[in-house]
């Protein structure tokens, strides 16, 4: 009964901070778009970008648009990669969307400065920084905010030989390309790769580090039943390794296993959650080449997860 209780406290206090980094991080994104990004004109890429452009020709409110927008992404998202791995997703893109739209009608956030033709590089320099810790903020705890990203992995399907990374960029500044050829503003064309410059800086940073994957060692009596979650939960392969405590001179098993940074809470808790002694090291892997992670030298891949990916052979599904 006891135990009950306790899996019932963490589940709410996990729930809590959930709600909170949400909460921060959409008050983020609607001070990034009502102060820096859409009075600046600066298009930051993916579904932003593009409602940014509908809101400056006709008026449209851009959470409204974000959401438009992300919404047939969603669905095919939901198609080829289920609805486990698209939850997290679809509540990043529905918070930030009504933030933008919420923080606006209530005339919480104005334009931060006078004459934006004058003060271009100000709104770019503020804007990427705000909206880059804003999605770092969401990152941080799993979730994520649509967009290029969503579109990148759909495309991943059919042009799985190229890189997730560049597929991003060049979306991005098709969108950016696009929004200032549509708007007449070709120097916001300069001010805008500025902001995106900017705001992955800030989301690496924010979302804890700049590296891509994070290297967990676990130490546990219940090895086989972490390893187990982490093959059928995360869906990440695992390998085992033989160990010898130096001091009691006794064997015991180590789970090895390489998550991507986004992953990293969700193995925490996963891992916690079933062996609360357990023993973790958690490491910062500078290159990880392999299935599921870099397929070459400077190529990176995410595909659609229907069966483990990691250190090891791939779990039956």
Do not use: Q
């Not at 004109?41 to 409110?61: D, H």
């Amino acid at each position: 009964m006891e135990m009950i209780k306790t899996d019932k406290g963490k589940k709410r206090k996990e729930l809590l901070t959930d709600a909170g980094f949400l909460l921060v991080s959409g008050f983020l994104f609607g001070m990034a778009y009502n102060m820096f990004l859409v009075p600046g004109e600066i298009f930051i890429g993916g579904a932003g970008g593009l409602a940014t452009v509908l809101n400056l020709l006709y008026g449209l409110p851009t959470g409204t648009m974000m959401l438009v927008i992300n919404v047939p992404l969603v669905l095919l998202f939901l198609h080829f990669y289920g609805f486990r791995a698209s939850v997290k997703g679809i509540i990043g893109i529905v918070v930030s969307s009504v933030f933008v739209d919420l923080t606006s009608l209530i005339g919480l956030f104005s334009p931060a400065f006078p004459n934006p033709e004058e003060n271009s590089l100000l709104y770019a320099i503020f804007g990427g920084i705000t909206i880059g810790a804003a999605v770092g903020l969401m990152f941080a705890r799993g979730y994520t905010t649509g967009g290029s990203d969503l579109a990148a992995l759909l495309l991943k399907i059919k042009f799985a030989s190229l890189p997730t990374a560049k597929l991003i960029l060049v979306l991005d500044a098709a969108v950016v390309i696009f929004s200032a050829a549509v708007t007449g503003s070709y120097v916001s064309i300069f001010f805008s790769f500025i902001a995106i410059l900017l705001s992955s800086a800030a989301l690496e940073f924010v979302s804890g580090g700049f590296d891509h994957t994070r290297l967990a060692f676990i130490f546990s009596e219940n090895y086989a039943l972490i390893a187990n979650a982490l093959t059928e939960k995360l869906e990440r392969g695992v390998t085992i390794l033989d160990g010898t405590g130096w001091y009691t001179k006794e064997s015991r098993k180590v789970i090895l296993c390489v998550v991507k940074k986004n992953e990293i809470y969700t193995l925490k808790a996963l891992v916690k959650s079933l062996d609360p002694d357990a023993f973790m090291i958690l490491g910062e892997a500078t290159e990880t080449i392999g299935e599921g992670f870099k397929e070459g030298v400077g190529d990176v891949s995410i595909e659609p997860r229907r069966r483990g990916k990691g250190t090891d052979k791939k779990p039956k599904r």
